[in-house]
Structures are given as structure tokens and as C-alpha cells.
């Protein structure tokens, strides 16, 4: 009995993580559709939920629902909008776009540099000079030996 499915590619493991990380991110639509056309127009853009709420926070960056001529292998709606699935096309100036992924940058590596690291840089300045610390912490199982060898240093 043969596979329904067909057989994967050979695809480098570097590409395929980078492929599902770009998917996860954005999601599957911005994924398949190329926007490189956009670049020739001097815009930039991105597929949103054709919701108002979405559509108004992204107006709130200064994007603007694209309407245009037809683009290829992209089907326009009859208001002029492109528009895949329950998504639609918005657009902004490269630079804003630029601004935008730059912010965005800037905020995820503030939620990283969490209030955990301010705790240990805290610890580490407050450690007299000479001393060593120990931040990170380890699980280990102890056995009969190890406890012993606790107590026989502690008597010594």
C-alpha cells in the first residue's frame, strides 16, 4: 500500500526551521503570498484580518487599505481591494514599515531582559570581591554518598 502523502523534499534543516518559524510568525497566508511587487510601487505591506478593529490599528500606524490596478496571480475584490481568505492588503512607506519591525525588535528584547536579570546583575554587584557567585541553580539527586560527604565536611 503506497503513502497518500507524498514524499518530502530534501530540504536543508536550517531552511525548513526558518520556513516554519516565518509561518508560525505571520502566518500561513503572508507566508505563500509574495509581496515583492510592493517594492516596485514603493510601498511595503502586510495581509491582515479584514476585521475593523485590526484594520483600524494598523491605520493607527499609518497603513492604509491597498487599492489599486491588479496585481499577478492575485485576484482584486470588485471595491478594488486585494483580499485572500478573511484577510486584506494593507500598505505604508518602507520606512515606516522599517520604523515598525524596529520597535518591535526593540520591545522583544526589552520583554527578554526581564526582571530576572536585573535580579542576578543586582546579586552579582552586591557580592563582596573575591567571591564567586552561583546563579544558576541545579537539580541533582542526592544519594546516601552525597549526604554523607555533606556531613563529613561539615564536621571537618
Known sequence: MS??????????????????????????????????????????????????????????????????????????????????GDTILMVTSPENMDDIRYVQDQLIKARHNSDKQIEEKSFVDGVEPGLTPIIESRVEEANADHISAAINEENK
Open 3 to 84: 503513502s497518500p502523502l507524498p514524499a518530502p523534499k530534501e530540504i536543508d534543516p536550517a531552511k525548513r526551521r526558518a520556513r516554519i518559524a516565518s509561518v508560525l510568525e505571520r502566518g500561513f497566508i503572508n507566508y505563500k503570498l509574495d509581496l515583492s511587487w510592493l517594492k516596485e510601487r514603493g510601498l511595503a505591506g502586510q495581509f491582515v484580518r479584514n476585521d475593523p478593529n485590526a484594520i483600524a490599528g494598523l491605520e493607527a500606524l499609518d497603513f492604509e487599505v491597498y487599492k489599486g490596478e491588479n496585481v499577478p496571480n492575485i485576484h482584486n475584490a470588485a471595491d478594488g481591494t486585494i483580499r485572500v
